[in-house]
Nanobody, 114 residues
């Protein structure tokens, strides 16, 4: 059974930093593509960043240079380091894992105050 559990969200001021974590079980981490997505109120879920099974990373233009996705294969955990946060980064952040199908975590709220 695949399970993804996010943590690390919270309230931060404009320009601040947060690190999100996603602990995965039921996936062979080194063979899975993992990603972070977000959904702001009234908007569709959007892709934020991806780390492939081979370790390559990609970012949405809106977060490039501010966010960093990484993983610890030994801990089966993927991270999203978010720096220089802006109010428009406010959203529920979801971890997604591509295995036999796409799996999702329950989400963690990130709120950036101006």
């Amino acid at each position: 059974q695949v399970q993804l559990v996010e943590s690390g969200g919270g309230l931060v001021q404009d320009g601040g930093s947060l690190r999100l974590s996603c602990a995965a079980s039921g996936i062979i981490f080194s063979r899975a593509g993992m990603g972070w997505y977000r959904q702001a109120p009234g908007k569709q879920r959007e892709w934020v960043a991806t780390i492939t099974s081979g370790g390559s990373t990609n970012y949405a233009d809106s977060v490039k240079g501010r966010f960093t996705i990484s993983r610890d294969i030994a801990k089966n955990t993927v991270y999203l380091q978010m720096n220089r946060l802006k109010p428009e980064d406010t959203a529920v952040y979801y971890c997604g894992g591509a295995w036999d199908k796409m799996y999702w975590g329950q989400g963690t709220q990130v709120t950036v105050s101006s």
